[in-house]
């Protein structure tokens, strides 16, 4: 069963040659971790935002956005509220900026239950101490403030306060870029467990190709806008069919690797001032051939390769390609 | 924080960081607002109580601030008038606090066509004296405190409204907003729960600010034979009703009540601004 289902999502704002987002296809099952990869700007916190109905102001949209079933796009406000309080969840990057400092961490575990899910303040109270303890946290939190406490406790609340609601979904957009490496490593454990532990999907948004590739089952790579490629994890990083995909991987840092100048991908992403001909990555494309930048390349199933896709003319060729990179 | 309090000329001036001044004027405050409270249990004598035989009399044991010119006590006079005094700039205060910040937050929360009429609105009533606008109901509606509070009222909405839209502006910009949406608290939930709460302090500093500007102009209107019915003790009236003992050489009937005006406008303006200096070197 799917929880989260995204069909040919288009989403246009106003002055911009191209769409923001230009056909985006992702789907979560319940219980799964989805990682969404892509650099600043790619769109993939706009697809992530979609899904709790948060669009840019003026935006006009296309396709369907469905969370259990009901599609987001075509919500009433009264309906979006309701899926807010239970069904979905998010985690935000910077916990700091994200929680309220002048209200108690009791108040914004409870106050989303109280007002919207009907919990009388005791229950409500007592379920934020089970998901504090959840999170590895003591019940005194409740009565602090968030300055008084670390930025990584203030995420595990966070995730504590995602969690309130019971939600089949929890969307993490980037929750562990600002906390520091250790930190880090613990929110990421954290969220894996009680993933496994209250049986919701996940869908992790983040930059980082190491944790998607340890956190996610299936991962999306995302380019200016469209789902690139798309594929169990294991499989998408040991053997990438889309050279961005593949650029990307060559040009993550090792530490246990050759010493020298980091391998970077030429050129910029497309501006959002640009009408895209073809394939948005042609330009910066080592495999670039004339059809490349005449016809925009569909995301198509890999030929022996079960639940990958990937949007390139040249999926056959890619492997040689980053082996000589 | 970008959003600055008004602070008129002249009297604002008078801030400062030095704690005795600050001090003072708070105990000030406390003292004035102590007499309006207590005032039927302080007066030494019956405010409206007439002694013709004894008019214009200085300072004597039984009148300890002497008597008007209508033979009636002035320290019993002085002490009820507070009560008029305070309640009136009390009423602008609340009311123009009130509808301000309703206008405010929903000026920046919804934004489109609904902030460009409500703020074009009330920059209209910046283009007209407060003063002027109060005279202009008190011909209407005639003598009482109400029309004179209400009018003012009206005045100073727009300092508070435009405050408070642009704090709002800031607020709802900040991330955790977003969160409480995606919780599935509505607009109203968010702004009154958090969004008013987090910028209150700025708005009450700025009220307290407009507390001593209400009470000159209503004493200005007292003055002008406009706001209080004639008998009601009220410093501005009290003023007007001395302007004839000051011809005749006493002018201590009408001096005293324009130092109380002057004290307390001062005082209020003190406490207000260190306010708003406290609250705008806050680290948010």
């Known amino acids: 069963m799917t929880v989260l289902d995204i069909r040919a999502y288009r989403l246009r704002l106003p002055n911009t040659a191209r769409p923001v987002l230009a056909g985006v296809d992702l789907t979560v099952g319940a219980r799964e971790t989805v990682a969404l990869v892509g650099e600043s700007g790619s769109g993939k916190s706009l697809t992530s935002r979609s899904v709790l109905g948060l669009l840019p102001a003026g935006a006009a949209t296309e396709g369907t956005v469905r969370v259990g079933g009901d599609d987001v796009l075509t919500m009433t406000p009264e309906q979006l509220r309701r899926l807010r309080t239970g069904t979905a969840a998010m985690i935000f990057q910077d916990p700091r900026a994200a929680i309220n400092p002048l209200r108690r961490l009791g108040d914004f575990l409870t106050e989303s239950v109280r007002l919207n899910g009907g919990l009388s303040a005791e229950a409500a109270t007592a379920r934020a101490t089970e998901m504090l303890d959840a999170v590895g946290l003591p019940a005194s939190v409740l009565g602090r403030y968030p300055g008084q406490v670390s930025g990584g406790m203030l995420q595990r609340v966070m995730i504590a306060a995602a969690l309130m609601g019971d939600p089949a979904l929890i969307l993490a957009d980037e929750p562990t870029t600002a906390l520091d490496v250790t930190s880090q490593a613990e929110v990421v454990a954290l969220l894996g467990d009680l993933q496994e532990r209250f049986g919701t999907g996940l869908l992790f948004v983040t930059h ?10 299936r991962v999306y790579v995302m380019y200016a806008g469209r789902i690139v490629e798309t594929g169990p994890a294991e499989a998408l990083f040991a053997r990438p069919r889309h050279p961005y995909t593949a650029a990307l991987l060559a040009s993550t840092p090792r530490l246990d690797g050759p010493r020298g100048r980091l391998a970077a991908i030429e050129g910029r992403p497309p501006g959002l001032r640009d009408e895209p001909v073809g394939c948005p990555f042609a330009l910066r494309c080592p495999l670039a051939t004339s059809e490349c930048t005449r016809q925009a390349p569909e995301l198509l199933p890999v030929d022996g390769e079960p639940g990958r896709r990937t949007a390139c003319h040249h999926s056959d060729r890619t492997g040689e390609a980053t082996a000589d990179a | 924080m970008t959003a600055v309090l008004t602070r008129r000329s002249g009297l604002g001036r008078i801030r400062t960081a030095r704690a005795p001044l600050h001090r003072i004027c708070l105990g000030f405050v406390a003292l004035v607002v102590l007499a309006a409270v207590l005032a039927p249990w302080l007066a030494p004598d019956d405010p409206n109580a007439v002694d013709l035989g004894d008019a214009l009399a200085g300072p004597s044991a039984e009148h300890l601030l002497g008597v008007d010119a209508a033979g009636r006590d002035t320290l019993a006079r002085l002490v009820t008038g507070a009560r008029t005094s305070l309640l009136g700039p009390l009423g602008v205060v609340a009311f123009s606090t009130l509808a301000g910040v309703a206008v405010g937050v929903t000026a920046a929360w919804r934004g489109g066509w609904l902030d460009s009429v409500l703020s074009r609105s009330t920059e209209l009533v910046f283009a007209f004296p407060g003063m002027l606008l109060a005279i202009l109901i008190v011909s209407v509606y005639g003598e009482g405190l109400l029309a004179p509070v209400v009018a003012l009222a009206i005045a100073y909405l727009p300092y508070v409204s435009r405050l408070t839209r642009s704090l709002v502006l800031a607020e709802r910009a900040r991330p955790y907003v977003e969160a409480y949406q995606v919780q599935g608290h509505s607009g109203l939930q968010i702004c009154l729960r958090h969004v008013v709460p987090g910028i209150a302090p700025v708005v009450l500093a700025q009220a307290t600010i407009n507390f001593g500007y209400a009470l000159i102009d209503l004493a200005g209107l007292s003055f002008l034979g406009l706001g209080v019915p004639a008998l009601t003790p009220d410093w501005g009236r009290m003023v007007f009703d001395g302007q004839s003992a000051v011809q005749h050489g006493y002018p201590l009937s009408a001096v005293l009540p324009c130092a109380a005006i002057v004290l307390t406008v001062v005082a209020f303006n003190v406490v207000g601004e260190r306010w708003a200096d406290q609250v705008a070197r806050r680290d948010r």
């Open chain 1, 208 to 217: 980082d190709l190491g944790l998607a590739a340890a956190i996610g089952d």
